[in-house]
């Protein structure tokens, strides 16, 4: 973290919410480079209502994946300013700016950069259909306080998943887990296999595997085409950005 001065002074005196995401950036977390260079740029216009943002925003309760998803757009935004301002080489001169274009008043462009002494307005996207997928902290801890001799997988397969009934679906998985481990239905369903057959509600389902200490708890989740973002992005999002005014 000694590379990242701003960064690691901010998470460290930051008043983050302990849900906050950011609470978890490690030494080899991929947005600690856009973080420093965007801590960096405290002199210009936009940038405090843009860190309360970053501060404030990627919170909410351990039920709901909701912090995780904000803090991904927020990540998105950190590296789109990183993308102009430390690749593309523009100075990077505001954020949360009305273009003069603008169609709609107060529509702020989320980065204002200067080329060639042009002021140039950005709007930054990101899809957020994988983030969904994301299993809510709430059942990420639940299902690590398993104590059985597997590694274990878990697939989100409700969006919308607010572990409602998590206690119930937690009681179920235990008794499908008695159930496959007694030695008859062992024999009957999984005679050749190194670990039980999934289990899943409406809401999540959890895959088993042979154990392996360095497997963790890997999320599964079904991948966007660079087709269907492409999609998104015109049918959906390129007109609100022209809109704005955005370049």
Same mark, same amino acid.
């Given at each position: ?39 960096s ?7 405090p ?16 994946n ?13 590296? *789109?300013?990183?993308? &102009?301002?430390? %690749?593309?080489?523009l ?5 949360? $700016? @009305?273009? #003069?274009?603008? =169609? ?11 080329? *060639?002494?042009?002021? &140039?307005?950005? %709007? ?6 994988e983030?969904? $997928? @994301?299993? #809510?902290?709430? =059942? ?8 059985i ?19 119930q679906?937690?009681e ?6 008695e ?7 062992r ?32 999320v ?28």
């Amino acid at each position: 973290m000694k590379r990242f001065p701003r960064a690691t002074h901010w998470l460290k005196a930051a008043e983050l919410e302990e849900g906050h995401p950011a609470k978890r950036i490690g030494p080899s977390d991929p947005i600690l480079p856009a973080l420093e260079f965007f801590l960096s740029l405290d002199h210009l216009p936009g940038f405090p209502r843009r860190l309360n943002l970053l501060e404030k925003e990627p919170s909410g309760e351990l039920h709901r994946n909701t912090a995780l998803v904000k803090w991904a757009s927020h990540c998105a935004e950190l590296g *789109a300013i990183s993308l &102009l301002g430390q %690749e593309l080489g523009l100075e990077i001169s505001g954020f949360d $700016q @009305t273009s #003069p274009r603008a =169609l709609r008043p107060a529509s702020d462009c989320d980065v204002v950069a200067e080329y *060639a002494s042009v002021r &140039l307005f950005f %709007e930054v996207k990101r899809r957020s259909l994988e983030d969904l $997928q @994301t299993p #809510p902290p709430l =059942l990420r801890a639940r299902l690590l306080e398993l104590d059985i001799p597997y590694s274990m997988s878990v697939e989100i397969l409700d969006a919308d998943y607010d572990c409602g009934e998590l206690d119930q679906s937690m009681e179920e998985l235990g008794k499908h887990l008695e159930l496959m481990l007694d030695p008859e239905n062992r024999s009957i369903w999984w005679p050749h296999e190194p670990a039980p057959p999934p289990w899943s509600t409406q809401g999540f389902c959890v895959r088993f595997y042979e154990k392996d200490e360095s497997f963790g708890l890997p999320v599964l989740f079904s991948p966007l085409s660079e087709s269907q973002v492409w999609r998104w992005l015109l049918d959906q999002k390129a007109q609100g950005a022209r809109d704005k005014g955005a370049d």
